[in-house]
């Protein structure tokens, strides 16, 4: 009983999420340039928190699945949560790039600049360095190469120190970046409707992502597998 439900639940990553991230996406595109209203102080521009803070949080929660994937390598040794923890990290990677991208667009009007070596800007970029770290140190060896993924296992580990340097940066020092205002409940509820519309859709489009490069991961292990065992028949 529980195996089919939760074969069921697996299954659904072809079937309700591509409908589900369809239409939360247009959901949130439509509430972002129709139904909130324009910031007064920042403008138009303030539309881009609609996306730039949910992908943080697609970015956390990539990185949240890479963290306990690369726990399970080291103490499994399955190479099947290797292939998870490299999917999720190649999404996180896409989300982090995400928040640099559509932060360096708000800052430009508000800031008069880019990019500022702002605590919580500097940190979200050393978390982009170490997804694409690790994902190169994981592409120099063989997908079934369990040394390998162990040591990228304990890289991924190790970067998870970053997640909470980002997090709380703007309560540890004085920064550019805003506060909270989500948390601190200083939005608009028609901008808070919209922010919720907009997480709801990026965290689905993060884990169909993150499903479907899983997929593609353990079908590439697969793979290898089987060709180190047909070269090793070829040898006998």
Not at 95 to 120: H, M
Not at 169 to 176: A, F, G, K, N, Q
Not at 199 to 206: C, H, K, P, T
Request: neutral net charge; proline residues 4%; charged residues 15%.
């Amino acid at each position: 009983m529980l195996r089919n439900t939760l074969l069921a639940v697996y299954g659904a990553r072809w079937t309700v999420l591509p409908p589900l991230v369809g239409i939360s996406m247009l959901a949130m595109l439509i509430g972002a340039v129709v139904v909130a209203p324009r910031e007064v102080v920042e403008g138009e521009v303030q539309r881009l928190f609609y996306i730039h803070a949910p992908s943080a949080i697609a970015m956390y929660l990539a990185g949240g699945v890479v963290f306990f994937a690369s726990l399970a390598v080291l103490w499994t040794r399955d190479l099947r949560f290797d292939a998870l923890a490299r999917a999720a990290a190649t999404v996180g990677a896409l989300f982090t790039a995400i928040v640099l991208a559509t932060g360096a667009i708000w800052g430009r009007p508000i800031w008069g600049v880019y990019w500022a070596w702002d605590a919580r800007l500097t940190g979200t970029l050393i978390l982009f360095l170490i997804y694409s770290g690790y994902l190169l140190a994981r592409s120099l060896a063989d997908e079934t190469d369990e040394q390998a993924a162990r040591y990228a296992a304990v890289l991924a580990i190790i970067g998870a120190l970053d997640f909470p340097i980002i997090h709380m940066s703007v309560d540890w020092w004085r920064t550019l970046h805003p506060q909270p205002i989500v948390a601190r409940g200083a939005l608009p509820t028609p901008m808070l409707l919209v922010f919720f519309v907009g997480l709801v859709a990026i965290s689905l489009l993060a884990v169909w992502l993150i499903a479907l490069r899983a997929e593609a991961e353990g079908l590439a292990t697969r793979v290898s597998g089987l060709r180190a065992a047909a070269d090793r028949r070829e040898g006998e």
